[in-house]
Nanobody
Framework: QVQLVESGGGLVQAGGSLRLSCVPSGRAFSHYAMAWFRQAPGKEREFVGFLRWSGGSTEYADSVKGRFTISRDSIKNNKIYLQMNNLKPEDTAVYYC????????????WGQGTQVTVSS
């Protein structure tokens, strides 16, 4: 069984920064990409950005473009980060890490989430 474990969430003032981490636990797996999503209270889960494992290219939602950056620790350990700068109160949400394994057609492995709260 593979799980993703997020960490690094917390309370920060508007304009501040946080870095989230996501690391797999359990058996090794091969994946096409890893991503971050978020869900604010009363809203649906939304896409934040993703990183293609082959090549390391990234794509982001317009709402975070220029402020958030996804990076990986190394190809071997499958650990990724979400660097969040210039945070805004509307970034407050539970942030989830996800992976799309090779052969899957959707994000099929998820973490439990980590809370990010941005105060004004």
């Amino acid at each position: 069984q593979v799980q993703l474990v997020e960490s690094g969430g917390g309370l920060v003032q508007a304009g501040g920064s946080l870095r989230l981490s996501c690391v797999p636990s359990g058996r090794a797996f091969s994946h096409y990409a890893m991503a971050w999503f978020r869900q604010a209270p009363g809203k649906e889960r939304e896409f934040v950005g993703f990183l293609r494992w082959s090549g390391g290219s990234t794509e982001y939602a317009d709402s975070v473009k220029g402020r958030f950056t996804i990076s990986r620790d190394s190809i071997k350990n499958n650990k990724i980060y979400l660097q969040m700068n210039n945070l805004k109160p509307e970034d407050t949400a539970v942030y989830y890490c996800a992976a799309q394994t090779v052969g899957a057609t959707s994000w099929n492995i998820w973490g439990q989430g980590t809370q990010v709260t941005v105060s004004s």
